[in-house]
């Protein structure tokens, strides 16, 4: 009996873990770019073909849910959310400015020049524009690029982190979840 519920608990888990949302499949890109050239933006079109892959994918959802920070499944500043509940908020889509469940990305981007900055992006609760450094996007692969597009988006779902560099940081919502697609797009060959 007792195998018998461990071995129920192991289905459930693999279950859990290879069943993509519909959610996933159907989550979309809207990404409004700011005065880019067409070089640049078919760079932007590239990483969001990459991220598309991505969010569809089992093993965006496998490494969300078994993302571990001190012991335990969870990441580090999780707003009281689970990897689950993080995971589904977002296939959601809804950011603290454009608070629609319309299962999509929606921002601005635009680049800026700051060749003495060490600043790969940035950007702040007031806007739903994200900043993007050339020195670093005209260097990055389209695959960095995704990453730290998603890095920068999680802030608009209302994830934080730690300001200074720490090892709680890494833990964090958008710097795993950023980690986690730069690995992916890896895996793809992007
Ligand atoms: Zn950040």
Redesign the pocket.
């Known amino acids: 009996m007792k195998y018998l519920a461990f071995f129920l608990f192991f289905l459930t888990i693999s279950e859990s873990y290879s069943f993509v949302p519909k959610d996933a499949f159907t989550f979309d890109f809207n990404i409004k770019t700011i005065r880019m050239s067409r070089m640049k933006e078919k760079k932007i079109d590239h990483s969001i073909d990459i991220l598309r892959e991505i969010f569809a994918s089992p093993e965006f959802k496998r490494r969300i849910l078994s993302h571990r920070y001190n012991g335990r499944y969870q990441f580090a500043m999780n707003k009281g959310l689970s990897n689950s509940q993080i995971y589904h908020k977002i296939l959601k889509g809804v950011e603290k400015l454009h608070p629609y469940d319309n299962n999509a990305m929606d921002v601005e981007l635009e680049l800026y020049t700051d060749y003495e900055s060490i600043v790969v992006g940035f950007t702040n609760p007031r806007t739903r524009r994200i900043w993007m450094n050339t020195k670093y996007f005209n260097r990055n692969s389209p695959a960095e690029v995704a990453s730290h597009l998603t ?2 988006w999680l ?1 608009k779902l209302g994830f934080g ?1 730690e300001r200074e560099k720490c090892i709680k940081r890494k833990y964090s919502v ?1 710097y795993a979840i950023g980690y986690i697609v730069r690995d992916l797009a890896k895996k793809y060959r992007y």
């Open positions: 890095h920068e802030h982190h958008p």
